[in-house]
Antibody
Framework: EVQLVQSGAEVKKPGESLRISCKGS????????ISWVRQMPGKGLEWMGR????????NYSPSFQGHVTISADKSISTAYLQWSSLKASDTAMYYC???????????WGQGTTVTVSS | DIQMTQSPSSLSASVGDRVTITCRAS??????LNWYQQKPGKAPKLLIY???SLQSGVPSRFSGSGSGTDFTLTISSLQPEDFATYYC??????????FGQGTRLEIK
């Protein structure tokens, strides 16, 4: 079965760092991009950026550039989303998704809830 | 950025109704348009890719059409499990990829 499994919910304080993960299985991890998508409470989907796991090439939405870092370790079929200094406004659900560009995001992780509160 | 605008933002309909949701791009995106369904507390699900291709496993009551700047998602006969929020997304440009604001489909 093709699936993406994300790491568990996180509760952090402002200014703390965080890395969440997304592990792919059941397919060739280096054959598809991985995108990260944010969904703030009660809001829509926002694309944050993506990585090509074959060469770790990334590109980011201008809205997120400089605030998050996307990386991948193809040896363990895992992509990461990390923050060096969280803000309360980072409180959201974060999804990873397999991207069969340009044909859409066809496999999604279950989501990781990040709560940032003092 | 390519802006994606969906209409309506919300919609009330009954089981068995035919429903159409539209998505307009701020510039031509050829057929690089995808549709997703999201139910509360769940991850989005890809329904339609490349404007009109049905994703594997998606019921045939869902269909998509359009090219250039104007696109539609049609549900031919609403079923109880179709009440959800629907998003369009352009994949013409990855700088950045953009979603529409969503259309919430509610039971009348």
């Amino acid at each position: 079965e093709v699936q993406l499994v994300q790491s568990g919910a996180e509760v952090k304080k402002p200014g703390e760092s965080l890395r969440i993960s997304c592990k792919g299985s059941g397919y060739s991890f280096t054959s598809y991009w991985i995108s990260w998508v944010r969904q703030m409470p009660g809001k829509g989907l926002e694309w944050m950026g993506r990585i090509d796991p074959s060469d770790s090439y990334t590109n980011y939405s201008p809205s997120f550039q400089g605030h998050v870092t996307i990386s991948a370790d193809k040896s363990i079929s895992t992509a990461y989303l990390q923050w060096s200094s969280l803000k309360a406004s980072d409180t959201a659900m974060y999804y990873c998704a397999r991207q069969d560009n340009p044909y859409g995001m066809d496999v999604w992780g279950q989501g990781t809830t990040v709560t940032v509160s003092s | 950025d390519i802006q994606m605008t969906q209409s309506p933002s919300s919609l009330s309909a009954s089981v068995g109704d035919r429903v159409t949701i539209t998505c307009r791009a701020s510039q031509s995106i050829s057929s690089y348009l995808n549709w997703y369904q999201q139910k509360p507390g769940k991850a989005p699900k890809l329904l339609i890719y490349a404007a009109s291709s049905l994703q594997s496993g998606v019921p045939s009551r869902f269909s998509g059409s359009g090219s250039g700047t104007d696109f539609t998602l049609t549900i031919s006969s609403l079923q109880p499990e179709d009440f959800a929020t629907y998003y369009c997304q352009q994949s013409y440009s990855t700088h950045p990829i953009t979603f529409g604001q969503g259309t919430r489909l509610e039971i009348k």
